[in-house]
């Protein structure tokens, strides 16, 4: 009897001595991977930290309007560029399908209140020409 209680004593002791293994052999496993997953985040904090840097050499005013001389050919807006609200066309009638997509009063039916509300666009200079 006492013979078959030590046998199973040391068959529990050794099997808790391989699951303590095993334990510690997972732990070791997942602090390896924990550290080259840290070693990637600080890779890439660097990264962002070289990109930002580049970003704000890059967006500098007097770089900007270089790159936009050299590139662009931009040329300074001219006083016949400028447009009247009277020169834009309409929209036809019969399109107005998103009228409630626009934020306007509303009737008690749903449909929108039109008014003279909005200011009426003065009239195109007679300087002005094109």
Known sequence: MIRALNLAMLALT???CFGLYRVTHAAQEREADLRKVESQISEEERAIGVL???WTHLSQP???QA???RYLDLQPMKATQIAYLNDIPMRPE???SDIDAI???KTANGAPVYDD???TPLAKPKSVER
Do not use: H, N, R, Y
């Open 52 to 54: 930002k840097a580049e």
């Open 117 to 119: 509300s909005a200011p």
């Open 62 to 64: 007097s770089k900007m």
């Open 103 to 105: 934020p306007f009063a």
């Open 94 to 96: 019969g399109s107005l």
């Open 14 to 16: 050794v099997m808790i």
């Open 67 to 69: 790159m936009a001389t």
